[in-house]
């Protein structure tokens, strides 16, 4: 037989980290229920009572084919590109030298974040040297200095991380190497 609890009572209050786990899974339930993609007459952004909204392909169609990511626009458009589910122009104009360069760099402050790896591969898959170098970054090992803050306010990789490429929310991405695997700078 179950224990009735005494009338003067109180039952105990749910714990907080419950409670908050309850939120989190009601919050997640909630925007898996909802579209990811918006329609372009209610994104914000297209006029719905304009004559070419019709012609226009849906995001939902267009970007449903292609793999899914768990943040930003909800596309891993890397992995479109590497699987042959997208096959964007190199260039514009024949003749163009495409350069893709492979290399990962490794920008370490020995902070509390992890350090940060940077792949060219993925950025000279969709962009020209000429579009970082040399506004943006100088191409010199060493010679330039990064600023979480810059980058919230939209300069250096907050250009188009936040506006076209993953968010700014998704840290682990770029902060994804352990400070402890990387050796220690030599102090003279």
């Not at 350090?115 to 950025?123: E, I, L, Y």
């Not at 060493?142 to 700014?168: D, K, R, W, Y």
Request: aromatic content about 4%; charged content about 20%.
């Amino acid at each position: 037989m179950p224990a009735v609890p005494h009338p003067n009572r109180l039952p105990r209050p749910v714990p907080r980290a419950l409670a908050a786990a309850a939120a989190v899974l009601a919050a997640t339930a909630l925007a898996a229920s909802a579209p990811i993609w918006r329609p372009l007459e209610k994104d914000g952004i297209h006029d719905p009572r304009g004559p070419g909204i019709t012609l226009l392909q849906q995001p939902a169609e267009a970007l449903s084919v292609l793999p899914r990511d768990t943040a930003g626009n909800h596309v891993r458009w890397v992995q479109a590109l590497d699987s042959g589910a997208i096959d964007p122009r190199s260039n514009i104009l024949p003749g163009t030298e495409v350069r893709l360069r492979t290399d990962d760099l490794i920008i370490a402050k020995y902070g509390s974040m992890p350090a940060v790896k940077f792949p060219h591969r993925q950025h000279t898959l969709w962009l020209d040297c000429s579009n970082c170098h040399d506004q943006l970054f100088k191409p010199v090992a060493g010679a330039n200095t990064f600023s979480m803050m810059a980058i919230l306010n939209g300069e250096q990789c907050g250009l188009c991380h936040g506006a076209v490429a993953f968010p700014l929310t998704e840290c682990n991405r770029c902060h994804s190497v352990p400070n402890a695997s990387l050796p220690r700078p030599v102090r003279r």
